[in-house]
Structure formats: C-alpha cells, structure tokens
C-alpha cells in the first residue's frame, strides 16, 4: 500500500518566506510530509525544474451575479472557477450581492443554489450589502458572519448600490462589533454623476469619455473620506480596485499613522491604460470597468505600491460582461458610455500577468507573487493557514508553475464566456501547467481533470486582519470630539 495518495516529485517548493526543492505527500486532501525521498505515492508527478507554489486565491471577482439593472454576467459558477483553475487558482471568492429589498439570507440560499452543482475548485462568499435595513444589521448579517461570511463590500458610488456616509457608518460599526472585514469601492458618486451630466449634454458619449467621468479625485476623495469614517468607527477596512496614485498615496499615509487600510489593485491598472478606451469604434467598451484603467504613471505608482506595501492583494475583479446584446452593448450597438455594461474578464490571466510582468521583469520577487496571489487574501479573509501556503497540515492546494512557458494571450486558449479578453496578443511569461485542490488534480496535460460541483464550500474565520485597533490614534484627542469619557468604538 502507498504510503500517499499523492507526491509531487522534486519541486522547487516556494511559499512566501521560504523556498526548498523537496517532495510535498499527501493523503485525504491535506499536506502530510515535506521532504526529500518522500515515500510512494498512489499517483506521482514530477515537478523537477518547476516551481511548486500555493494555489492562488481569487478574492474578487463577479460570477453568476446580476448587476442592479438586472444584467448577468457571462460566467456562471462552472465556466468561472474552470477558468480560475486553469489560471492557477484553487480558491475564489465571489460575491452574493444584495439588491434593494432583498434579504441577505435569501441572497446567501440563492447563490448556495447557483454555486453548489457547479464550482470545479473551491469557494466562499463575500456579501454586498446595498440595503443596510435595521434588520439586515441588527440580524441577517451578524448571523450571516457567524456562520463564517466574514467580508462583506459596500459602495461609495453607483445610484443603485451606493451607501451615504450615515449608512456607512451603521456598516461599519456592524463590523467591529461582529469581526468582518469592510470592502469598499471608493468612488464620489456625486463628483462622477456631475461631470457625467455635462459630458452628455455636449454630445461626448463614446466610450472613452467614460474614463474622463471617473475623475482622479473622485476616487482619492473618497479613498480619504472611507479611511475617516474607518477611523470614526475604529474598524479595519480594505480598500479595492485602486487605480490611482493619489488613491494609493491616501491609503499608504493611514498605513502609516498605523491604521488597519489596506489596499488591492487589478491587472487592469497594471496592464491597460485610459488609450484602450479611445480604440475604434466600439471597441473601447471593451475596456469600460470602474474605476477606468489611467495612464503610465499611474501604473507605475501601484507598481511602487506594490513593492512598498501599500497594497497587500492583486486580484482579477473579475466581471465579464459578453459583447453583445447581452452584456457590453445590452442598451444597443452603439450605446453611450452611461450604458455600457461596467467590467472586464481576467480571472484565468491575473497570475500569468503578474508573474510576466512583475517577476520576469524583475519588479517583484516570487515570495511577493505568492503573497500578493495567495497568502495574503487567505490571511485578509480568514482562510489562513488552510489556505494560502504549504505546510504539513494545510489543504493540498498546489500550482506546478513553469516558468519559463512562453505564450500569447488569446481568448480561444481562455476558458470564460466573456468573448474576449483584453489582454489579447500580449506575450507572457510563466504558466501553470498542474493545478492541486484539496490533493485533487483539477487540470493537467491542458485538460480538466474534475466533474461540476466537485469544489467545496468555504465559511471563513475572522482574520486578524478584522479586527479592530482598541486604541485611538495620539493626534485623536476624545475629549474634544467624543466627550470626555466616550470613545467612538463604545458607542
């Protein structure tokens, strides 16, 4: 009898602080032993001269969902997460998103339901919460959190979705109170709403003016005003989807006044710039996501924040919209840029292109990559140690990694429904060739190996990451704003 159900072979096995070439066994699902002349195993892979790392943990992306005007996403469960593996990734984490006048817990069932005979790897939720009802605070969602929905996002923007600073405000308590984690989309919706208006009263509906309505500092303003009311209510926060210098620039200074903002920025900061945008034709809607891609300085600025610290996660904000009249053009072939459907694809290419891009070209070292692609979303979102690294009893989540595999982007290699991907034709660096969830081979040889529904559903602990500082900052003095004897986590 073997001694393992399964030993990958020679390895050089890289986590974030470490790197060794050795064998990793493992048996029912879990790593048992790391070492070198490791016994047999019921199947065997030899990864001599790869990289063996931590599967990759996809924390924001959009699959299944509706948006507030009732649009679907391309991707459901099943085609979502076989593209997400075939990226490297054995965790996702999705949103349920809640709409005006839903229930939170009907959310939850519905999104049980879509995701439950479909994930190939595995998941957990994130919850969006729009309609922040006292009942939706007072019960659906501290039960929801204790039952390990640990996260949760609001926004600063869309008519639909967003929460005024008052609403924020009763979120944000809500979350210290039970131990979740604060996601925000921080956008002025009333600095975009009032360029908007004016642009197309003059006739400038193209898609590239869409990036022109999302102004710079409505994304820095209310970068700054979500980290104010974070400090009012002394609740952690996540800032995501940070395109800008000066939205980076925000959260790196309460980073340094020791407040607990942390940030993620998308490939499509990264790769893509507000000249997509401006492509003939209708083309540009392709690139239409919010906040827009900017410009070259603004990718080297989160570049500069990725390597400092600033940002602790990269992920795909994965939301993929068919171009057609189901999703890019839902309001016709020509439609203005109000009315294109916001998002773009990337969940297969998010780690490909950091890798490429960040770790060939010498801007970040491969124990950063894990970090950024792994181990810090596991942490963030309470799935640390059984995800996000390797270690003799964590869940055998592996990526082979070539890395020196060469190839160009095209979406008839890809595995979503989107239709396309923006990243077409770019030259990339470095792919996963075996993916491991759970001690499962979910792809190998370019095929999937698994059936639909075979992931697992995750409920999630409260990170550390969640939980609130207990003290005021020294420049915070309570007496002059609080009152003598009341600090605002008391109240």
Request: glycine share 10%.
């Amino acid at each position: 009898m073997s001694e393992y159900d399964l030993v990958v072979r020679g390895g050089n096995v890289t986590t974030a602080s470490s790197q060794s070439v050795c064998d990793i066994g493992v048996k029912d699902g879990v790593v048992t032993a790391i070492g070198r002349s490791l016994g047999p195993g019921d199947r065997e892979i030899d990864a001599t001269g790869l990289l063996v790392l931590p599967g990759g943990v996809e924390a924001h992306c959009h699959i299944e969902q509706k948006s507030a005007f009732g649009l679907m996403t391309a991707d459901d469960f099943e085609s979502a997460t076989i593209s997400a593996a075939f990226g490297g990734n054995t965790t996702v984490i999705p949103f349920a998103a809640q709409h005006k006048g839903d229930s939170l817990r009907a959310v939850v069932e519905d999104y049980h339901a879509r995701a439950r005979p479909k994930a190939v790897i595995d998941y957990g939720y994130h919850l969006i919460v729009s309609d922040p009802t006292p009942e939706v605070l007072g019960q659906e969602l501290p039960a929801l959190i204790r039952e390990g929905f640990t996260s949760f996002k609001v926004y600063m923007t869309y008519e639909l979705l967003r929460l005024d600073d008052h609403q924020m405000l009763d979120v944000l308590a809500t979350a210290r109170r039970d131990g979740a984690l604060v996601m925000v989309h921080a956008e002025n919706y009333d600095m975009i709403r009032w360029i908007t208006e004016r642009l197309v009263n003059t006739g400038n509906t193209a898609p590239k003016f869409h990036a022109i309505s999302h102004a710079r500092v409505a994304e820095s303003e209310a970068t700054h005003r979500a980290i104010a009311l974070s400090t009012l209510a002394d609740t952690p926060m996540l800032i995501v989807h940070v395109s800008t210098e000066e939205g980076s620039a925000e959260i790196r200074r309460a980073q340094d006044a020791g407040l607990k903002i942390y940030g993620e920025t998308c490939p499509q900061y990264l790769f893509l710039t507000v000249d997509d945008l401006d492509r003939d034709g209708m083309e540009g809607a392709k690139f239409c996501c919010s906040p827009p891609p900017r410009d070259a300085d603004a990718q080297e600025a989160l570049w500069r924040g990725i390597r400092n610290g600033t940002f602790q996660i990269v992920s795909s904000d994965h939301a993929p919209y068919s171009f057609d009249s189901n999703g890019k053009l839902y309001a016709g072939p020509n439609p203005p840029f109000t009315k294109i459907a916001n998002g773009v694809p990337g969940i297969e290419l998010r780690m490909p292109l950091l890798f490429s891009e960040g770790v060939v070209k010498g801007r970040i070292d491969i124990h950063k990559f894990v970090e950024l692609t792994s181990t810090n979303a596991a942490r963030l979102y309470g799935l640390f140690p059984r995800k996000g690294t390797i270690a003799v009893g964590t869940d055998a989540d592996l990526v082979i990694w070539d890395p020196t595999l060469e190839r160009v982007v095209r979406y008839a290699d890809l595995h979503d429904r989107a239709g396309y991907s923006p990243y077409e034709g770019k030259h990339l660096t470095g792919w996963p060739v075996t993916v491991v969830n759970r001690g499962r081979v979910v792809v190998s040889d370019g095929e999937l190996q698994v059936q639909a529904g075979s992931g697992q559903f995750l409920a999630r602990d409260t990170s550390d990451f969640a939980k609130p500082l207990g003290q005021r900052l020294p420049e915070v003095d309570p007496a002059r704003n609080f009152g003598a004897d009341i600090l605002p986590g008391d109240l």
